[in-house]
Each structure stands twice: as structure tokens, then as C-alpha cells.
């Protein structure tokens, strides 16, 4: 059963303390993202990674930081230095043929509430 | 920056009504993107229209992309409540393979 998978679905921490969410797909896509979803602001980028042993910062990647050492995985970190780190995050994945884009297919998401 | 602007952002309507969400952007886009995401759920790809002036159908829906490729509608047809749900697009400026969102248009639909 081909998919991505996000654990854990909730996940509750303290002021001050690094998080690292999971994302992992076995679609065998070479690319795959990180959102963020916050009420009424739709899906903001924070990474991305086109291959593995690279990535490249979106939109607001301050306070997060990522790695892909496997093409199945792209782990999301949210350090202590995100000023806002409570939201609903995201991960999504996609094929790359030439220069086109491709139908992105996300996991079910995790909420991080900080406390 | 490059932005996709989407209108309206909630939407009510009556079952059997019909819907359309609008997206603008102040650049050219190479192709946009149409996805679906119900309340407490993920995204989830809807089509992709490349071509300019293209028009595309599923079933009650119709995707429009404008002639200047820097606009795109979504219209249901007779909503049901099953249409329930935030409607996003997505556009792509290069070859970069990041997408540029719209904040979405929530539909809600009394039955």
C-alpha cells in the first residue's frame, strides 16, 4: 500500500524544546516538502528537497531545519529559536520528470501544539 | 514576491447552488494546480491545467485557465454537501518545482 506516512498525529511539547517530525513515503518520488498550515493562511513552504543530500529553504524556514539521507525520508525539525512553532505540518512528495510539475501527494499531517 | 491571490475566502451556499472560487496571480504561471482538502483532512490534487485558455471537467466540476495563464477558476456545478471542504490553488512559475499557493476558499454547503 503505497503512501506517506506522518507520526505522530499529535504531538505536545514544552517552550524551548527541539521536535522532529517524521515523514516517510514509499512512492519512490525524488521530491518531497514541508508545510505549514495555519487557520485562514493557507500551506506556506518551509523545505523542500529535490534529491536526496539536498534541500532548499521555502518560504519561512527560520527555526526549522530538515535532512534527507534517504530518499524515503525527509525529517522536520522545529527548534526552540521558532517564535510560533504550534500549527498543522505537512509533508508532501512528487515525482520530477524534466522540467514539468507533478501532482504533489501529502501525508496526513501532524499537529504540534507547544506548550 | 510572486503571489496567488484566491477570492472568496468562505463561500456559503445552499445545496444545489453553484460555487466558483477564483485565483489571480501577478505573474505569469507555467501551470496551475487545483486541490481539495475537507475539514480535519489533508490536501488532495484535483488536476493540473497547463495550457493556456484550457478548460478541463470532472463531472460537476470545470477548471478554467485563463488565456494570459495568470488566472484560474473552479466551478461546481449543483454543490452537494459532499463538496464540503477548503479549495486551494497552486501555481508554478519555473522549473524549480515550488508551488506558490493560494490561501484557499472554504465552501460550506447547507443541506
Known amino acids: 500500500d503505497g503512501g506517506i506516512t506522518q507520526s505522530p498525529k499529535y504531538l505536545f511539547r514544552k517552550e524551548g524544546q527541539n521536535v522532529t517530525l517524521s515523514c516517510e513515503q514509499n512512492l519512490n518520488h525524488d521530491a518531497m516538502y514541508w508545510y505549514r498550515q495555519d487557520p485562514g493562511q493557507g500551506l506556506r513552504l518551509i523545505y523542500y528537497?529535490?534529491?536526496?543530500?539536498?534541500?532548499q529553504k521555502g518560504d519561512i524556514a527560520e527555526g526549522y531545519s530538515v535532512s534527507r539521507e534517504k530518499k524515503e525520508s525527509f525529517p522536520l525539525t522545529v527548534t526552540s529559536a521558532q517564535k510560533n512553532p504550534t500549527a498543522f505540518y505537512l509533508c508532501?512528495?512528487?515525482?520530477?520528470?524534466?522540467?514539468?510539475?507533478?501532482?504533489?501527494?501529502f501525508g496526513p499531517g501532524t499537529r504540534l501544539t507547544v506548550l | 514576491g510572486q503571489q496567488v491571490m484566491q477570492i472568496p475566502q468562505y463561500q456559503h451556499v445552499q445545496e444545489g447552488e453553484d460555487f466558483t472560487t477564483y485565483c489571480n496571480s501577478s505573474t505569469t504561471l507555467s501551470n496551475i494546480q487545483w486541490y481539495k482538502q475537507r475539514p480535519g483532512g489533508h490536501p488532495v490534487f484535483l488536476i493540473q491545467l497547463v495550457k493556456s485558455g484550457e478548460v478541463k471537467k470532472q463531472k460537476r466540476l470545470t477548471f478554467q485557465f485563463g488565456e494570459a495563464k495568470k488566472n484560474s477558476s473552479l466551478h461546481i456545478t449543483a454543490t452537494q454537501t459532499t463538496d464540503v471542504g477548503t479549495y486551494f490553488c497552486?501555481?508554478?512559475?519555473?522549473?524549480?518545482?515550488?508551488?506558490?499557493w493560494g490561501l484557499g476558499t472554504s465552501l460550506a454547503v447547507n443541506p
Open positions: 528537497s529535490q534529491i536526496v543530500n539536498d534541500f
Open positions: 497552486a501555481g508554478g512559475t519555473g522549473n524549480n518545482r515550488k508551488l506558490i
Open positions: 508532501a512528495s512528487s515525482r520530477t520528470s524534466g522540467s514539468s510539475y507533478n501532482e504533489q501527494f
